[in-house]
């Protein structure tokens, strides 16, 4: 097989001078919890198809050893929640035992599951193929709204006589179908299909379309069916859910005469809007049903987006290589590009969907594409306030038209301050102002799903009390620490893009409530590890609106304690615990350093979290967390920690992943930190570090410029991982930050490293900026 042979080439031999995109694996992550999208799909693209397994399905494929359910052409990437789409699966048998349509199986896609051989699957961005047990060779390509599918039954003859059986499926991955229905054309076989469905993490419900048409064989006969049975008439039906926990399976087929060159074509158009559209959206991105054609063009549309950067690996090997590539490629699975296929907005208005979610993704995902695809960035900054101004709030998250549950706080506002202070281009920023003020300024009445809640309380008494009496909206009412935090961090955002647009007052008003963290700070606060005090004093607590304390053991929703996650366990801080969300004030570092004692407490403290099993490396809190030392004037040690994670725990196994990748956003974090920066989003500040390859230049396809990282004295062994010295150009540069401009003006910045600390990076003059204690904006005039 060809696919075992390419397998064997990959694996045998480290080959140099592989491009960017050769050394993109798709699989990665794939297994263990990733929740990786392991199909085939454009850069951004809506079609994301894939063969759907029975087990660790979240995304639809998984090496996890179970069997596959289905082929679908709609999935997310990386996420938590449950499975995300899936809708409408085909699937296949060869044939029904001596020509008889009842005895082929009908009934839960569970039911007819079959396996696979394992070293066949074959994944390359835009393509993935895969042999069955019963020797049928699948593969399918993509464009931005249609899938092609081949079935190869060459292996297969023999065994019976071929007849294939295709069924369409009215259902999706987490069987959530309300109501659907489906025509089959006896002539022609084309299977036109509509249905309502959930999304994985939100309210509401979404329309969805699909358009199947086939090639490669002569029609046999076509018909409908529902449970375990099938017949030839009629050709439409509607089903809806089913009643109480009996689901309704059901769905329509065509049978075929044996394919005559050994090959059955699908051809999947898939819409938001109408099936009229997805039928379009097939018949004219795939008119020629040329596989090969739909799959270089694939290939090229990735080829042409990873040619944005460029590596020197310096001896750096290929799985590190392969590491860094891949989880660049992962950060352009979501959001997804609906512009023009959805129902809410007209075809010339930028719409994306799949923002899953920002909690995750404000911290580095979006922050990488003002580096790596600035120009996408701003269509999707676009498309957030074209929400905004559709359904009256930014999104937090949200996936198949549908609102999701927010986290925390209202983080599109840390999106929208990344891109302004990286003086993004293309944004009405007053437009963009509106929007964050209102998550500031005005309460929804659901602010699971938008905006914040508790805000009454927030203005009066600076923090979200625990049991806060809130009559105005309503929400998960915990997570009152973890708010408290996030939307002290929204207000800074909103102080910035305020200062920048010249609302002097807004400005120092929101910069005021920015320092709201410091109302949990329980000075007198112990911590103790099964009857072990740690030693450390004063950590955040919940506190009631009349000011006393109610108290949370620090460890809870730590990984020594139980998780906290969203639908189970909810307590005061979300999916993390006291001891980690202390460090979540970005933009105030300098007073947490006082708070909590000084730069030595604070060291001490970042080296307990991260040696003590406190830390959840897959959780995105604590990204910001490796590299807090920069704060302190210890930059060597967040490089140090780094090296400790990488790769570790991110690495370029299928199991490479140490959680969800959340839509790229373990993807963008490893993909900074292998170039040697990572950004505080939300503000113009990249803590360096340094690169794991001898250079990584990126260029800008807004300006042209090209940015380099580069180290003078290359170690691929990463023992030499101190930096001694820096310049930036010609000049000697010593701060131990740098900003967007490296990039905008495609600076080089030149790093020599040694084996021990420095002092680089260490004066206070080096350090990052910080709101200063007295709550002005000082230590931020960089920015402005
Ligand atoms: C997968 O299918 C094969 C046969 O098709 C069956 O023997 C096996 O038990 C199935 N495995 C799982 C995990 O369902
Ligand atoms: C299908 O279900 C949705 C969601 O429950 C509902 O709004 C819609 O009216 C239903 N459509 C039909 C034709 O029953
Ligand atoms: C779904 O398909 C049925 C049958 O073709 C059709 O009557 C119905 O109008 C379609 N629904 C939508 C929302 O297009
Ligand atoms: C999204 O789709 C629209 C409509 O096809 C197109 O104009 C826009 O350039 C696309 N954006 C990206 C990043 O591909
Ligand atoms: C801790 O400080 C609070 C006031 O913030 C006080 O009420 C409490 O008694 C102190 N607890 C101890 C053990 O000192
Ligand atoms: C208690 O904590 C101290 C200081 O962190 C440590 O040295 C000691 O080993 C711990 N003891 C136990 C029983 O865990
Ligand atoms: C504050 O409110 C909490 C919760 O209702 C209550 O237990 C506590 O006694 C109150 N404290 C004071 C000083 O009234
Ligand atoms: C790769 O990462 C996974 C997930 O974090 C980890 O379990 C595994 O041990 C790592 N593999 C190597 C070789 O470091
Ligand atoms: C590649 O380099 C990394 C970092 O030095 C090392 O951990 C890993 O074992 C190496 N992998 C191979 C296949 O040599
Ligand atoms: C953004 O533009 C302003 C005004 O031209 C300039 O002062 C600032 O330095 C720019 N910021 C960056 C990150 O280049």
Redesign the pocket.
């Given at each position: 097989m060809r696919a075992a042979l390419l397998f064997l080439v990959f694996s045998a031999t480290a080959v140099s001078g592989k491009s960017n995109y050769d050394l993109i694996d798709p699989l990665i992550g794939s297994v263990n919890g990733g929740n990786v999208f392991a199909g085939a799909s454009l850069p951004y693209g809506i079609a994301k198809a894939v063969p759907d397994v029975s087990g660790a399905n979240t995304a639809g494929f998984s090496l996890d050893g179970s069997n596959i359910t289905g082929f679908s052409t709609q999935h997310d990437s990386g996420t938590g929640g449950n499975p995300s789409q899936g809708q409408f699966p085909l699937s296949l048998q060869p044939a029904c035992e001596g020509g008889e349509l009842e005895k082929c199986k009908f009934g839960s896609k569970y039911e007819r599951a079959v396996n696979y051989r394992p070293g066949s699957v074959e994944a390359e961005p835009g393509y993935f193929g895969l042999e069955l047990g019963s020797d049928v060779g699948v593969e399918v390509t993509t464009t931005e709204h249609a899938a092609l599918w081949e079935f190869d039954f060459t292996n297969h003859f023999g065994k019976d006589t071929v007849s294939p059986l295709m069924l369409l499926d009215l259902t999706d991955l987490q069987d959530s179908r309300q109501n659907a229905s489906i025509s089959v054309d006896a002539e022609t076989g084309r299977m036109v299909a509509n249905g309502t469905f959930l999304p994985s993490f939100g309210v509401g419900s979404y329309q969805s379309f699909v358009c199947v048409d086939f090639k490669g064989a002569g029609v046999r006969d076509t018909g409908l069916w529902v449970n375990e049975r099938g017949g030839t008439e009629p050709k439409e039906l509607f089903v809806n859910r089913g009643y109480s926990l009996f689901y309704i399976q059901a769905g329509g087929f065509v049978r075929f005469h044996k394919p005559e060159n050994n090959v059955l074509q699908a051809r999947v158009g898939v819409s938001f809007l109408s099936s009229e559209k997805a039928c379009h959206n097939a018949k004219t991105e795939i008119p020629d049903w040329n596989f090969n054609r739909v799959r270089a063009e694939a290939a090229n549309a990735w080829k042409e987006k990873m040619s944005t950067v460029s590596i020197l690996p310096g001896g750096a090997n290929e799985s590190i290589q392969r590491t860094f590539f891949t989880a660049i490629y992962r950060t352009m699975m979501s959001p997804q590009n609906y512009t023009g296929d959805n129902p809410l907005f007209p075809a010339e208005e930028l719409y994306f969907d799949s923002y899953y979610c920002t909690w995750d993704s404000f911290r580095t995902t979006f922050p990488f594409l003002t580096i790596f695809d600035p120009g996408t960035l701003s269509q999707m900054i676009t498309s957030l306030l074209n929400i905004y101004e559709s359904v009256g709030w930014l999104p937090d998250c949200r996936m198949q038209l549908c609102k999701g549950y927010s986290q925390g706080g209202s983080n599109a506002d840390n999106v929208i301050a990344d891109a302004y202070v990286k003086n993004l281009t293309n944004i009405d920023w007053s437009l963009a102002y509106s929007a964050i003020r209102n998550d500031a300024e005005n309460e929804p009445f659901d602010w699971g799903v938008e905006g914040r809640g508790g805000l009454q309380s927030w203005k009066r008494y600076g923090y979200i009390p625990v049991f806060d009496y809130d009559t105005q909206g309503f929400g998960p009412d915990y997570h009152s620490i973890s708010r408290t935090l996030e939307y002290a961090y929204n207000d800074f955002c909103v102080a910035t893009l305020a200062a920048g647009l010249g609302e002097t007052a807004d400005a120092e008003k929101y910069l005021q409530s920015s320092g709201n963290w410091h109302n949990l700070w329980k000075a007198n606060q112990t911590s103790s590890i099964?009857g072990?005090n740690?030693?450390f004093i004063g950590f955040l607590q919940p506190r009631y609106a009349n000011g006393t304390w109610r108290y949370q053991d620090p460890i809870e929703c730590s990984p020594l304690d139980s998780f906290c996650s969203y639908s189970s366990n909810p307590k005061e801080t979300f999916e993390d615990s006291i001891w980690e969300y202390v460090f979540f004030v970005p933009q105030d570092q300098a007073r947490l350093m006082e708070t909590v004692g000084g730069k030595e407490q604070f060291v001490r403290r970042l080296d307990f979290l991260h040696e003590s099993g406190l830390l959840d490396i897959s959780n995105e809190p604590s990204e910001l967390v490796v590299y807090q030392y920069h704060y302190a004037g210890r930059p060597g040690l967040s490089a140090q920690r780094l090296h400790s994670y990488i790769p570790s725990s991110f690495n370029a196994s299928h199991n490479g992943l140490p959680g969800n990748d959340d839509s790229g956003a373990s993807g963008s974090f490893v993909a900074f930190a292998m170039s040697g920066l990572f950004p505080v989003a939300g503000q113009n500040v990249y803590l360096i570090s340094p690169p794991f390859f001898e250079s990584v230049s990126y260029t800008n396809a807004i300006t042209g410029k090209t940015a380099t990282i580069r180290v003078t004295n290359f170690d691929p062994e990463y023992k030499e991982v101190f930096i001694q010295s820096a310049r930036l150009d010609t000049e000697v540069y010593t701060r131990n930050w740098i900003g967007h401009e490296l990039f905008l003006e495609g600076k080089t910045l030149e790093l020599t490293l040694g084996r021990e600390e420095s002092d680089w990076g260490t004066k206070e003059e080096d350090l990052p900026p910080s709101t200063s204690p007295d709550g002005s904006m000082e230590g931020y005039e960089a920015m402005f």
């Open positions: 099964k072990n740690t030693g």
